[in-house]
């Protein structure tokens, strides 16, 4: 177990926040800086969030219910609307950037959610030809019937990749949960993304599941250089899976941390 | 012990007794009479007697008639359908971008598709009759405008309804407004979207028979000639036809209902 005061945590009052997060040289993939975000008068969930996420990196989001972990992912990408606070992805500043910009930028990251959302009613390979709307829009992409040799090709190529190739022409609502999520990683993949950011994606899994969806981020982040920003409630998962933990509290970055210098206990002291 | 029924208020007694006025006052108005609804009894029968057993002597020419009834249903149906999946789209709460034009076209969409609704087909039918003239054209128009009216209102709220997650899943990957609508809005209102359509073409079939009386093509003005001129027995024939093609509509659509949302994937 880590030592206390190897610890980098810091009050809420006082978030442990690194003034140029990605200094020193390293390339710097996303970058938050005083995020804020409220829903309503009295529901502050952001104050004053930040961090960076290195190219190559693992980084793993904690922290208990509503401590603000799905809120910053949206935010990172402008899927909600922050209050306050700047955005760097890719070396570009997205804090005011204009929608079609955005839309270029968001396409070269892969979004996976914790309840996949996959479009219920349509094959397998039509929600993952779907990952390629950001790039190129229009009916071509809407479903697998109508994309073009190439798009269907590349799309095999990324269901075969979550080993899910047999399944292209499958129902997405008739895919148990394991596959489901594996589409949508495809569908991620299909982007060909610079960065994958994950909302919880193993939440809704059995363990076993959850355990082969996380070996597929992994061998992304090793094997193809992806960077990966995830989050999870599974302290041990976080740990495993991850180069560096942040953990949110009360709406504010209370441990940014590398990985192999953590203990599970020590994670677990940011919950409840 | 709590008792079986809660004393109502002061204020919730004076509208249970303001609701019985009301509705009494409505009975009255509506001419409700038991002595007349006994004393007609005979008459019924009598109608009755005379109009068994059916005609079959225009038999062809009147099932030339019932065809003409369905062809205008299923034309204006579908033309109904086509042009409210785009009016619905941008009826929808919060399907497009919330910019000042597009409020606009919500507000007039919504408005287009209030006017379509309220209005009666019949209205429709005379109105067509008077600007396009006499005929199946004239029904057919009127059963589009009342499907718009119709299918706009619960394709839009069909849409409204599905689950948000797909579409904030493709607007993550870099998704436009409009592949996102297509692709994950319109898949998952699809089952809503099939069921009422089907509904739709089996409240034409129903409307497309009453355009008749009006001249706007179609089996009903045969009915009302039979009518006028004392004819039951031809007319049972008319009635019996609608009814075999009103339950033929509705037992294909309940067919295709269940067998279109088993159906396979795209």
């Known amino acids: 177990m880590m030592p206390q005061a190897q610890l980098q945590t810091v009050g809420a009052s006082a978030p ?91 396409a070269e990251v892969g979004f996976v959610f914790q309840k996949h959302n996959l479009v219920p009613r349509v094959s397998a390979l039509t929600n993952v030809i779907h990952g390629n709307l950001g790039r190129a829009g229009g009916i071509r992409g809407w479903s697998q019937a109508f994309a073009p040799s190439h798009l269907r090709e590349r799309a095999m190529a990324c269901l075969e990749r979550v080993g899910l190739a047999d399944q292209a022409r499958k129902r997405a609502d008739q895919l148990s949960g394991g596959q489901s999520q594996r589409v949508a990683i495809a569908r991620a993949l299909m982007q060909d993304p610079k960065m994958i950011v994950a909302d919880e994606p193993v939440a809704s899994l059995d363990p076993v599941a959850g355990q082969e969806v996380m070996d597929l981020f992994h061998q992304l982040t090793r094997e193809e250089g992806i960077t990966l920003l995830f989050t999870s409630h599974n302290v041990q998962q976080a740990l495993d899976y991850s180069d560096r933990v942040l953990a949110l509290k009360q709406g504010a970055i209370v441990l940014d941390q590398r990985s192999a210098n953590l203990s599970a206990a020590d994670l677990g002291k940011h919950y409840g | 012990m709590p008792g079986r029924l809660e004393r109502p208020g002061a204020l919730q007694f004076t509208a249970y007794v303001a609701l019985a006025a009301f509705v009494l006052w409505s009975f009255q108005g509506a001419g409700w009479s038991f002595s007349a609804l006994v004393s007609g009894g005979p008459a019924m029968a009598d109608f009755l007697s005379r109009a068994w057993p059916p005609s079959l002597e225009r038999l062809p020419q009147l099932s030339k008639a019932l065809v003409e009834t369905f062809q205008m249903a299923l034309a204006g149906t579908i033309i109904g359908i ?33 006017l379509f609704r309220t209005v009666p087909d019949l209205v429709w039918a005379l109105v067509f009759v008077i600007s396009v003239g ?108 609608i009814f075999v093609l009103v339950l033929l509509v509705e037992r294909l659509g309940t067919i295709a209902r269940g067998r279109i949302l088993e159906g396979s994937s795209r």
């Open chain 1, 16 to 106: 442990a926040v690194p003034e140029q997060p990605c200094a020193g040289g390293e390339a710097c993939e996303l970058r938050v800086d005083g995020l804020r975000k409220s829903f309503g008068k009295n529901r502050a969930v952001l104050q004053g969030v930040s961090f960076a996420v290195h190219r190559r990196e693992a980084v793993a989001l904690i922290g208990s219910n509503g401590a603000g972990k799905s809120t910053a992912l949206r935010c990172a990408l402008r899927l909600v609307e922050p209050d306050a606070g700047s955005l760097t992805l890719f070396d570009e500043d997205i804090t005011s950037a204009k929608a079609r910009r955005l839309r270029h930028i968001r």
């Open chain 2, 82 to 114: 086509i042009v409210s999946l785009p009016l619905a789209v941008l009826a929808a709460r919060g399907l497009t971008r919330q910019t000042p034009i597009s409020r606009v076209f919500y507000t007039s969409s919504r408005l287009l598709i209030a």
């Open chain 2, 134 to 241: 006499l005929g199946p054209f004239a029904g057919t128009l009127a059963i589009a405008v009342d499907t718009i009216g119709f299918c706009g209102r619960f394709f839009a709220e069909s849409m409204e309804d599905v689950e948000k997650g797909p579409s904030e899943a493709l607007t993550a990957a870099g998704a436009g407004k409009f592949d996102t609508i297509f692709c994950a809005v319109v898949p998952a209102a699809m089952p809503s979207f099939i069921t009422t359509s089907l509904f739709a073409l089996e409240k034409a079939t129903r409307s497309s028979v009453v355009l008749g009386l009006v001249g706007a093509g179609g089996i009903g003005i045969e009915l009302k000639v039979a009518m006028d001129f004392f004819d039951y027995q031809l007319a049972m024939t008319i009635i019996l036809m």
